[in-house]
Nanobody, 118 residues
Framework: QVQLVESGGDLVQAGGSLRLSCAASGIIVSVNAMGWYRQAPGKQRELVAA???????NYADSVKGRFTISRDNAKNTVYLQMNSLKPEDTAVYYC????????????WGQGTQVTVSS
């Protein structure tokens, strides 16, 4: 059974940093294209960062230059380093397969709440 467990969210001031973690079990993250998604209240879930099985990364324009996605194959974990946080980054953050490369994703985890105060 696949399980994705996100953690690391917190309440931070604008300009601060956080590192999110996504610990995976039941899959090998290094052979999947993985992504970090976020969903703000009243908005659709959006992909903000992704990493392919080859390690190539890409980002939504709104986070480019501020967020960095990475993975630790030994820990089977995907990370999202978030710097220069803005109030508009406030959302619940989830990880899953990058659905641009996979026909389906896994069951969504509980996500981790990031709140950025101004």
């Amino acid at each position: 059974q696949v399980q994705l467990v996100e953690s690391g969210g917190d309440l931070v001031q604008a300009g601060g940093s956080l590192r999110l973690s996504c610990a995976a079990s039941g899959i090998i993250v290094s052979v999947n294209a993985m992504g970090w998604y976020r969903q703000a209240p009243g908005k659709q879930r959006e992909l903000v960062a992704a990493i392919t099985s080859f390690g190539r990364t890409n980002y939504a324009d709104s986070v480019k230059g501020r967020f960095t996605i990475s993975r630790d194959n030994a820990k089977n974990t995907v990370y999202l380093q978030m710097n220069s946080l803005k109030p508009e980054d406030t959302a619940v953050y989830y990880c899953n397969r990058d659905l641009r490369y996979h026909s389906s994703g896994y069951n969504w985890g509980q996500g981790t709440q990031v709140t950025v105060s101004s």
